[in-house]
């Protein structure tokens, strides 16, 4: 029998303190990672594997109500802030449905704005820099 699949149907992203879940704005998010950049690589980053740029790339929709995701950022840009991300949109963390926490700097205010059209949504995309490695729970609240 293979791995159960994650679908792309459900999704708890939570955001700041206290939390607020903006998983009704975002049509696409990934966690990922690449080389870091540095002027200098130390002896233990060379030992391991590298040193490594965590980065949250989220695509939403435009909305200026004041409770909406583009709101949010747009009122808070250049902030550090707490996330949850339960790519299953699962509430409690399992093993096999886990969360991943951490940090993250918000990055620019998002783009407002789009092609003519009736029945054209706008949507903009971000990607935000995490402050370390997510962290993956798999028990919890």
Request: hydrophobic share 35%; aromatic share 10%; no cysteine.
């Amino acid at each position: 029998m293979g791995s159960t699949r994650i679908k792309g149907v459900a999704l708890k992203l939570s955001l700041g303190t206290p939390a607020t879940d903006y998983w009704a704005d975002v049509s696409k998010l990934s966690i990922t990672n690449e080389a870091a950049d540095g002027d200098v690589t130390t002896f233990e980053d060379a030992a391991g594997a590298g040193s490594r740029k965590w980065l949250m790339n989220i695509t939403a929709i435009q909305s200026t109500d004041a409770a909406s995701l583009w709101s949010y950022i747009w009122e808070n840009s250049g902030e550090t802030v707490a996330f949850v991300y339960a790519p299953h949109g699962n509430t409690t963390p399992t093993a096999s449905q886990p969360h991943f926490t951490g940090t993250v700097k918000i990055g620019a205010k998002p783009d407002i704005g789009g092609e003519a059209g009736s029945s054209t949504t706008y949507t903009f995309e971000t990607q935000w820099e995490l402050t370390t490695e997510p962290t993956k729970v798999i028990t919890g609240s």
